[in-house]
């Protein structure tokens, strides 16, 4: 999408007065604020509802920029080189004289980070003297926002600014993973655990419910569209609406398919909008069939038994 200075200047003033304003990422779009400001970090929480015991993914231009913040090893420099910018988060350990706010890391010596690969984010990163805290742009608990309409559908005058970058190109959020000692990943994101594995030469633990929340994303019910949802199902109740994976079904008005062909990409980056449309739809709940769990396929079905707690 096209950059528009005007734009990126009217949101990066926004920044500067610690206002609080969404931004395009290539996974979702993020509600952004000043993340050395604790002013501007208490914004994020209030406006969407989130529990302070939940810490901030903070947002980067580049490493030179991160090493004022954190420390980092050889396996960080391995996937940055190879998947930044990109949908992966790093859980980092804090350097003692960071600007970072606490409220954003809840007083933990730990940071969430991730380079955002969108060009709109980018430019705008660029252009200010701070990182972007940035979690997603929707209210704790609910559906992710992957369109500007999305956002303005949840806060609507709420929201100072919603900079315009288009549909998120990949519809989830980043695969976050503790890489300070031995890798895990805590949450399952737009970047594959095979990608990683590859990268790395090893296999990676998963640990994305945890007693305790340690990262951002962890939290058991996410990702709700508002309504239950029951998940590999073969019948479906009164009123539901069925959702699967490709297009082979009957044509029926409770039928919402996630991809023409079955493409898990494509099915990633329509799921939050599809279960946003079946919300608007009136229907009671929603019955899924049967994904695979391989490649985004097992981030589709995390989001999915997270969002069936409801």
Known sequence: MKINLANIKKAKKLLNKNECIAIPTETVYGLAANAYSDQACKKIYKLKKRPKKNPLIIHYFNL???RKDCFYNNNFLRLYKKFCPGPITFILDLKKNSKISKIATNNKKTLAVR??????ARSLLK???YPLAAPSANLSSKVS???SSDVKEDFGKKIKYVLEGGRSAIGLESTIIDIRKKPKVLRLGGLTLGSIQKNLKEK???NNSPEK???PGQS???YSPGIPIRINVKKIKKNEALLFLKNNHKANTNHFFLSKKGNLNEAAKNLYSTLRKIKKNKFKSIAVKKIPNKGLGKTINDRLIRASKF
């Not at 380079?115 to 709109?120: E, G, L, R, T, Y």
């Open 64 to 66: 030179k920029k991160l």
């Open 115 to 120: 380079f955002p690969k969108h060009s709109i």
């Open 127 to 129: 252009t200010l003297e």
């Open 145 to 147: 926002a992957v369109s």
């Open 204 to 206: 990676i633990k998963i």
């Open 213 to 215: 929340i340690t990262s």
């Open 220 to 222: 058991k019910l996410h």
